[in-house]
């Protein structure tokens, strides 16, 4: 059960990460879509270099596959920041993966790549829908991270081969990831929701003042 610990420190790691950036104003511009390109940069090198963290802090299987929580760092990134953002994040991860031992290195790194770009344009079709700058709403980026891994999980099983062996990987590994790739999502998102919205009420109540 050690990779539960790890994936536990990992979740821990993007709280804090989180915490850090969402106060800064490279952050901010991200959100508020006013950001110009060595801000969008930015996120992209620092959730693309947390997913490459995320595949070091995985557990690896005799088989070579590896238990982790690399595709959370591009999905979060998507889903706050737009396609650009997402892919970005996600060539970062997913290259670094191709680079990494496994039977599975095609499979998991193309998964890494494909959902941080799916994320995004998730994010660009809901602020399309919405006419506003929008997050996804807690409950949908839960089923929309289960629907990822599943995704995932299903490339595995596709390109991989052998089969049987692709087929005991998945057997493995789909539970834990699908869990810890979903709930490091919801936290991730809830605490980014938290910061822009304090942020844009203490924005408002000084602007409040200033014009008293």
Same mark, same amino acid.
């Given at each position: =059960?050690?990779?539960?610990?790890?994936?536990?420190?990992?979740?821990?790691? %993007? !709280?804090?990460?989180?915490?850090?950036?969402?106060?800064?104003?490279?952050?901010?511009?991200?959100?508020?879509?006013?950001?110009?390109?060595?801000?969008?940069?930015? !996120?992209?090198?620092?959730?693309?270099? +947390?997913?490459? +963290?995320?595949?070091?802090?995985?557990?690896?299987?005799?088989?070579?596959?590896?238990?982790?929580?690399?595709? =959370?760092?591009?999905? %979060?990134? #998507? @889903?706050?920041? #737009?396609?650009?953002? /997402?892919?970005?994040? /996600?060539?970062? #991860? /997913?290259?670094?993966?191709?680079?990494?031992?496994?039977?599975?290195? *095609?499979?998991?790194? @193309?998964?890494?790549?494909?959902? /941080?770009?799916?994320?995004?344009?998730?994010?660009?079709?809901?602020?399309?829908? $919405?006419?506003?700058?929008?997050?996804?709403? *807690?409950?949908?980026?839960?089923?929309?991270?289960?629907?990822?891994?599943?995704?995932?999980?299903?490339?595995? %099983?596709?390109?991989?081969?052998?089969?049987?062996?692709?087929?005991?990987? !998945?057997?493995?590994?789909?539970?834990?990831?699908?869990?810890?790739?979903?709930?490091? !999502?919801?936290?991730? @998102?809830?605490? *980014?929701? $938290?910061?822009?919205?304090?942020?844009?009420?203490?924005?408002?109540? $000084? $602007?409040? #003042?200033?014009?008293?």
């Amino acid at each position: =059960m050690w990779w539960i610990l790890k994936l536990a420190i990992t979740i821990i790691f %993007l !709280v804090i990460l989180i915490r850090i950036v969402s106060p800064m104003g490279f952050f901010q511009r991200v959100l508020s879509r006013n950001a110009g390109f060595n801000d969008k940069l930015t !996120v992209i090198v620092i959730f693309g270099l +947390f997913s490459v +963290f995320c595949t070091y802090m995985g557990t690896e299987l005799p088989s070579g596959a590896i238990i982790n929580v690399r595709d =959370m760092a591009p999905m %979060l990134a #998507g @889903l706050v920041g #737009g396609p650009l953002i /997402g892919l970005g994040a /996600g060539l970062i #991860g /997913g290259i670094h993966r191709i680079f990494l031992e496994g039977f599975t290195q *095609i499979p998991c790194s @193309l998964a890494t790549i494909l959902i /941080g770009l799916t994320a995004g344009y998730v994010n660009l079709w809901i602020i399309r829908q $919405k006419g506003r700058i929008e997050f996804i709403k *807690i409950h949908w980026a839960v089923l929309f991270a289960i629907v990822m891994e599943l995704f995932h999980m299903g490339l595995i %099983l596709l390109i991989a081969r052998p089969f049987d062996e692709a087929l005991e990987i !998945v057997k493995t590994i789909i539970l834990s990831m699908t869990l810890a790739n979903t709930i490091g !999502v919801a936290l991730g @998102l809830l605490l *980014i929701k $938290k910061m822009a919205i304090d942020k844009y009420i203490s924005e408002h109540i $000084k $602007k409040e #003042g200033q014009a008293v």
